[in-house]
């Protein structure tokens, strides 16, 4: 397993730009399908971008033009760009380390979460 931690939430405006990151420890982060999820107050948790081992992305509809993912292997890292912030975007965003985008996205199985990191988008 890799342990998670996110950096990079915080408070923007709507048309804003956040960039959060998840840095990973462990020596096989770069086999691990790499996945960010949201959930916002009253919710389910929806995953919203992954990137696979090959660098394969998968992005949900809602994100799609806005949010960009992407890993870094020789820092252990996955990033998620965020642009275009909307008020329904408001969250805590959490990392995950998987499978396969496939298991994350159908069932949210993950070896490994994050703590979360809230992001909130002002109007």
């Known amino acids: 397993q890799v342990q998670l931690v996110e950096s990079g939430g915080g408070l923007v405006q709507a048309g804003g730009s956040l960039r959060l990151s998840c840095a990973a420890s462990?020596?096989?982060?770069?086999?691990?399908?790499m996945g960010w999820f949201r959930q916002a107050p009253g919710k389910q948790r929806e995953l919203v971008a992954a990137?696979?081992?090959?660098?394969?992305?998968y992005y949900a509809d809602s994100v799609k033009g806005r949010f960009t993912i992407s890993r870094d292997n020789a820092k252990n890292t996955v990033y998620l760009q965020m642009a275009s912030l909307r008020p329904e975007d408001t969250a805590v965003y959490y990392c995950?380390?998987?499978?396969?985008?496939?298991?994350?996205?159908?069932?949210?199985?993950?070896?490994?979460w994050g703590q979360g990191t809230q992001v909130t988008v002002s109007s």
């Open positions: 995950a380390a998987g499978r396969s985008i496939f298991r994350l996205r159908s069932y949210m199985e993950a070896d490994s």
């Open positions: 462990g020596r096989t982060f770069s086999s691990y399908a």
């Open positions: 990137i696979s081992s090959a660098g394969i992305t």
